[in-house]
């Protein structure tokens, strides 16, 4: 459950550390961190944040991830005034009420997770994004709330629930609340399956620990971003317990593929049409639909 | 008077304690009138010590007593609480994962399916129950056995005693995340009741796969956190030096739990902790799950469900001003 992304990062062994961080485009040049190309941030926006070379998938923010997956305009936010606190006034080397107010302030939302409704191809569904650029998108008690509101509400309209996940795991400095939250999410996600209604999920870099462990994993489909890191455990703990150097391509999309773990790899490109045929294919508008 | 514990086998801030038992014995063993002056001066002594130490125990002292190589663990509490226990093998897929033990029983003339981790005593049975982490195929296991009571229509009690989900290659292959996902699925809408009870250490999401339930208790010195103090400080502080601080800020032990509402009840441990008085430690284990399986007993399946789920939906922490868009 250990949140890898945090800044032990820096400290991590550098082939480790190059593997597993991802650079987000800034600037007017962007090296990729597969092929080593240099390319203009432009093409590589462009491009969905894809390198214009090799097709390498950058982790792209959040505001344009959303505006990319559903149909044009369609995203109605909701609980945006659920606000986080700090349950156990845990203080690291900073106090978390300190580093949620800096959070806030440079990424300009509340908590690590944005959701509400929205339309894929003219069906409804419930829908909600991870936001990694927030404390590597740690999920505590705000993020628990909104994924099981996200659930409930997709109960309540009868409509398909899909998340974009991408997440270090629990959040620890809101400590058991946040293992909490991996049982009260899934929870909400039994009634919706219980009631015969479609969950898709969708794994992005990274998606570990307690979020992996509870929703990310249950979806009735799941489909992956190429080479996103995806486990239980992060590399680094594996790495220190067994005290051996990790495969290649260890935890990435295509050996969850490989492993039966997840059921597809789509490309970022074909992300949207791929829901949204899912949708049309596994939501219960399906019965109505032509033959 | 408990019994004598080898010094080696004790925590640096019980071995005053033991080393002042051990000298009770000696003098014991000597036998004669004159000595029992002094023998009972070194019992009150040793009484009085133990409860200083006791009544001040710190977060760090407590995850260091929930990890007792003497503490009691899951099938130490199966013998003294249950009849015709008949232990319960493999997850039908892959192999039998020895870190989680299951099976059938009768506790107080009620059948009921028990599930539990299980450490070692000792290097060689630790090796076998890989110390008690579990692999996929240990929570698949779990996950038959609670299908299997959820369709025979038997109570579940579950112990929770793990450091945490073994991390290692294989696990990963067979899909380690998915396999404590499922569990938390299927746990939260099994019709039949359920009770866990934190024995020892509760280490996120491995004990969580055995956790979802509709009674959480928790032994007086065990805890139960979202990552052991050791990963905390090293991610957070740096600093693998930093355990103590990071077991006092993460509220990991049961006093803790029982405040921030997700633990329901403590269970009190004999003077010195469960290893010093198994026997009687298990008495007011079982007295617990018996008052809590009574009250399940009497809802509706329905309710218990919705209860289950009522109970998990409350946990949490936030702030919510106006209503929301
Ligand atoms: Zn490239």
Redesign the interface.
Known sequence: MAAWWSKQRKKMKPEVAAKTKRSVPSGLFQKCDECGATVPSEQVKEALWCCPQCGHHFVMPTAERIKITVDEGSFVEADVNIQPEDPLEFRDSKRYADRLRSAQKQVGVADAFREGRATLGGRPVSIGFFVFEFMGGSMGSVVGEKITRLFERALADRVPAIILNASGGARMQEGILSLMQMAKTTAALARLKEAGLPYVSVLLHPTTGGVAASFAMLGDVIVAEPKALIGFAGPRVIEQTIRQKLPEGFQRSEFLLQHGMVDAIVSRHDMKDTLSRLVSLLGPEKQRARA | MPPVIDTRQALDFERPIVELENRIAELKSLGGPQLEIEIRRLERKARQLQREVFSELSAWQKVLLSRHPLRPFTLDYVGRLCEDWIELHGDRAFRDDESIVGGVARFRGRPVMILGHQKGRGTKENMRRNFGMTRPEGYRKALRLMKMASRLGLPILTFIDTP??Y???D????????A???N???M??LPVPIIATVIGEGG??GA?AL??ADRILMLEYSV????SPE??A?????DQKKVETAAR????TAP??LE?G?ADALVPEPAGGAHRDPEAAADAVGEAIARELSALSSLSPEARVEA??QK??R???????????
């Open positions: 945490g989900a991390p290692g290659i696990a990963e292959e067979r899909g380690q995340a998915e404590i996902a499922k938390l699925e299927v939260s809408r996120s999401g969580l956790g979802v139960y956190s979202v990552i990963g905390c090293s991610i957070l502080w740096k800020e993460m509220k990991m803790d739990l921030l997700v289950r789920y998990f939906r946990m949490g922490s936030f702030l919510e001003s106006g209503p929301g868009a």
